[in-house]
């Protein structure tokens, strides 16, 4: 069994940053694909990235260039860098694990999930 736990979201005003944490425990963490997922009110939950073990990468449309995804073995642990952040990145976002290295894959294992707010 795998668990992931998610940490670091909040409230931040428009233009500002945000680094989301997932720490991860579980067989094969170290080798698996992860990625980070959201869901705004009223909407589908949506990808926004992926990394692979060796730190191959794959970002939606909407977040290429302001969100970066990585991840330190070691501590299995896997990040989200969130700069330039809008009102409509507001959702609670999840980390996953076990896919395949694609945005649009299909993760084994979810995360609780964990609130990013945006104020205008």
């Known amino acids: 069994q795998v668990q992931l736990v998610e940490s670091g979201g909040g409230l931040v005003q428009t233009a500002g940053s945000l680094r989301l944490s997932c720490v991860a425990s579980g067989r094969t963490v170290n080798t698996a694909v992860m990625g980070w997922f959201r869901q705004a009110p009223g909407k589908d939950r949506e990808p926004v990235a992926v990394?692979?073990?060796?730190?191959?990468?794959s970002y939606s449309d909407s977040v290429k260039g302001r969100f970066t995804i990585s991840r330190h073995n070691m501590e299995s642990t896997v990040y989200l860098q969130m700069n330039s952040l809008k009102p409509e990145d507001t959702a609670v976002y999840y980390c996953?694990?076990?896919?395949?290295?694609?945005?649009?894959?299909?993760?084994?294992?979810w995360g609780q999930g964990t609130q990013v707010t945006v104020s205008s």
């Open positions: 996953a694990s076990h896919m395949d290295l694609n945005i649009n894959a299909s993760p084994k294992y």
């Open positions: 990394i692979s073990w060796t730190g191959d990468t």
